[in-house]
């Protein structure tokens, strides 16, 4: 009798705490059971909402029996899931199939970065063909190639001259592209070995504001993750005018294998360019990746990647030898620069939850990375017999870990995510040189040779409070560098170091205001390093220089298939010294300030159809010059960059882009002008069976411009005086291209 009781109570209180706002703990996959991640889930009844990490894993509080819980992905449809016993005592796993984008059903506040989520729309309307366009994959940010392809492209975002990455953090699964203090310039950034259509998704984000970003992150980030798995193997070759060649292998490795995915990517490029003296180009990129489940959803992933290239180049070339004859738009002055680098990659990656309220993810990383270059800039400015032929070359080994830990908690009724991180990387330098050349052949004199060993250790803390429709995100990181430079041109050895560390606060507010409407504000301060051999000739004064930075903007759907963003942004740089890597000199910059406005849209007409528009309007000004001799050299101010996209109708695909820069200037009063450019690229392709042929036009209306400007003083072997005008690499010209691919 007394056990007929205790059982009785059990069962009362059973069905207490069944009646009780519980915890549900669930995954969402795709039909080939594959995570999905930012899928948003929603309790119809108390309203709770929650979103998918990584792992497709999600943990929704404050559920009952008999609540629903509404499941949806932009790209993939909905799901309704009514909540019964079973649901509480084991992990719901949801299946959600795959279909076509539908801007519509886009819902703001559901999406957990709806500047991601755009980003998203635009790879799947516009796929990735070339490591170029991933970059122009962000919003305002354009690019220019000045050294025969092989070199690091020229960056151009928020009305900076980024060179090659000072000013932008960029990094791939969680490992750093930027080199610091490197042979041919702060933070330049090789992103070819990246290859494109292992690219699954880019997140991005403007200004100082992101905690988890540290150096070099001002202007902005990009940060690309790579696929877990390919739905299918494919081949392809791609063959052009200037006898360019692609071929590209992505071949699955585990099929029908559940909680593993493998893969392997393989891509071969050629192209002689249109120049007078043909630019021998190729590229090797092979990359692989695994990754496994564990039953927990645990993930760890483990990618290897290797990359060669080598190339002759044309270099910049000034417009009077156009101008005269004496050579074509296309020709040369020194037709022996050019170069040859390579890059080596291991990747692991580890994702688990420690609790259900609690996720850990780590990546760490190895690099061995290799850069000769052959350049010259003045001709023969320096030395009227041999010229000025420079070579930059170093060999490289970076090693590192980043991890984070996300908490969710409440701090009395307010929601509270608070994230926190920890992190290193060293780069090891060996025989970093800068030296005058002959012919790629003869060392004429070292300029500067050394070795160099530079260390970043980070942490961070942001935390996000959750007030209805408005959240509340403050955030505070910590950087600490050592800085070691042996100068091996030095009759005695002296090896020089500094230590800095720099705080850098930040502040973000979130407004939901509707539903399809959100205004936010974003504060906060970041900064970007300097050259090693800055910071120890300088002894360590004003070589972490500060950037202020404050954003004022909204993303909006005033019309159901009409998403619109606008951003009223400002930065504010410190004084800083400047390593000039082609001279070995180091050069004074002031303060300095700009201000603008970012403004995009995206419009869907139909299933099918397509259209989308970025525009940036910037002011850039030195703070410490007078006006009129104040301007910023090559700061764009004014850019534009959209399109019209076609995918997937009746097995077509293709599209229409174009984009716009203004005349900028060249130097700091604007007496010389680096023209502007309108170019309008054209691509078209039909699938039939597992087969796809296609065609791709750059350049269609075959403008004649200049793809990169320097306001450059230089003499040419026949001069009496030296002149300073635009050096410059010129555009492509009509470059038709085709295609045929096969998946199997």
Known sequence: MKFANLATLFAVLGGIAMTQAQQIKGKITDMQNQPLETAYVYNLNSKSHAHTSENGVFIIENNQVGDSLKIGLLGYGTKIIALNDSNFRQTITTMLEEKAFQLDEMVLTEELNPVSTISRLDLNTNPLNSSQEALRKIPGLIIGQHAGGGKAEQIFLRGFDIDHGTDISISVDGMPVNMVSHAHGQGYSDLHFLIPETVNKVDFGKGPYDAKHGNFATAGYVDFSTRDFLKESSISVTAGQFNSLRTLGLFNLLENTKHQNAYIAAEYLANDGPYDSPQNFDRINIFGKYVTFSPNNDKLSVSASHFTSRWDASGQIPQRAVDNGSITRFGAIDATEGGETKRTNLNVEFNKYIANNTKFKTNAFYSHYAFELYSNFTFFLEDPINGDQIKQKEDRQILGLNTS??????????????????????????????????????????????????????????????????????????????????????????????????????????????????????????????????????????????????????????????????????????????????????????????????????????EWLFLDTDMTLTHARSTEDIKGQNYIPLAPDFTMAGGLSLNDWKGFSGGLRYRFVDDRPANEDNTIVAGGYFITDFNANYSFDNVTIGFAIENLFDVAWNETQFATESRLQNEAQAVEEIHFTPGTPFFIKGTIAYKF
């Open 405 to 606: 830990i996300v908490h969710d908690t409440n701090l009395g009724n307010t929601p509270l995510t608070l994230t926190s991180g920890l992190g290193f990387r060293n780069d090891r330098v060996e025989d970093i040189e800068l030296s005058h050349t002959l012919d790629r052949r003869t060392i004429l004199q070292n300029i500067q040779l050394g070795d160099l060993n530079e260390t970043n250790v980070n942490a961070f803390v942001n935390a996000e409070f959750e007030l209805g429709r408005f959240r509340i995100a403050p955030a505070l990181r910590l950087d600490y560098f050592k800085f070691l430079y042996t100068d091996k041109l030095q009759t005695k050895y002296q090896n020089l170091s500094e230590t800095k560390t720099i705080v850098s606060p930040k502040l973000n507010f979130y407004w939901d205001v509707k539903d399809n409407y959100q205004v936010f504000l974003k504060s906060g301060i970041g900064f970007h390093s300097n050259d090693t051999r800055v910071v120890v000739s300088n002894q360590g004064k004003d070589i972490l220089p500060r950037a202020y930075g404050l954003d004022l903007g909204d993303i909006w759907k005033p019309l159901p298939n009409l998403v619109v963003n606008t951003t009223l942004w400002y930065l504010f740089l410190e004084q800083e010294f400047v390593y000039v890597g082609d001279a070995g000199i180091v050069e004074p910059s002031g303060k300095t300030e700009r201000y603008g406005l970012d403004f995009g849209f995206r419009y869907q007409f139909n």
